[in-house]
């Protein structure tokens, strides 16, 4: 496989669920980059679980952190890197800005059937934790979706084959680093 010289952050973004961290840690490993999450590093500086933190400081003290990571990790010197998001990240505009900006966006997409059907048996998704998962995923995509849409790439996720949607991914960097050569 023809590996793209990667020189700024590749930045991953799509609902919750849709295989950002698993399918980020397989593309860094590929690439040989740096892989980091933002929910792991607010989770690791907090000492507390993003559910914790919606539940004691709620959402909005949330997307202050997340808002401040991001603006970390992409505002100034960028470097090769693979940055894994959280769902809601780009409702930020400043934060949608610098990623779909300065960085290599990747939307990643799975069907809310299928993330629905991931999250079913899980706490860790605050936002889903009431009555009607399906209503509030419907109404999060409708929001989103159009956010989603500015990435670079999009790649379907729905089969949860890592390594396929890796490829796919590395394909489609290739045709962009061509295009913008
Ligand atoms: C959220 C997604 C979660 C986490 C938080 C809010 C969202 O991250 O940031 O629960 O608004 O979609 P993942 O997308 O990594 O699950």
């Given at each position: 496989m023809l590996l793209p010289n990667i020189d700024r952050p590749i930045v991953l973004v799509g609902m919750m669920a849709a295989g950002k961290t698993r399918l980020g840690r397989e593309l860094a490993m590929v690439l040989d980059l740096e892989?980091?999450?933002?929910?792991?590093?607010?989770?690791?500086?907090?000492?507390?679980?993003?559910?914790?933190?919606?539940?004691?400081?709620?959402?909005?003290?949330?997307?202050?952190?997340?808002?401040?990571?991001?603006?970390?990790?992409?505002?100034?010197a960028l470097k090769p890197l693979v940055l894994s998001t959280g769902g809601g990240a780009i409702l930020r505009p400043e934060s949608a800005e610098l990623i779909f900006g300065n960085t290599y966006s990747i939307w990643m997409r799975a069907s809310l059937a299928t993330i629905l059907r991931r999250t079913a048996k899980r706490t860790d998704r605050p936002?889903?934790?009431?009555?009607?998962?399906?209503?509030?995923?419907?109404?999060?995509?409708?929001?989103?979706?159009?956010?989603?849409?500015?990435?670079?790439?999009?790649?379907?996720?729905?089969?949860?084959?890592v390594e396929g949607i890796t490829a796919d991914i590395i394909r489609q960097l290739n045709l962009l680093r061509d295009r913008n050569s």
């Open positions: 892989f980091i999450d933002t929910d792991k590093c607010i989770e690791d500086e907090t000492g507390q679980t993003i559910a914790r933190i919606f539940e004691i400081s709620g959402e909005s003290a949330f997307r202050e952190m997340e808002a401040t990571k991001i603006r970390d990790m992409l505002d100034g936002l889903l934790k009431n009555p009607d998962p399906a209503k509030t995923l419907q109404e999060m995509a409708d929001m989103r979706y159009p956010i989603y849409a500015r990435a670079d790439i999009a790649v379907d996720t729905d089969s949860g084959d």
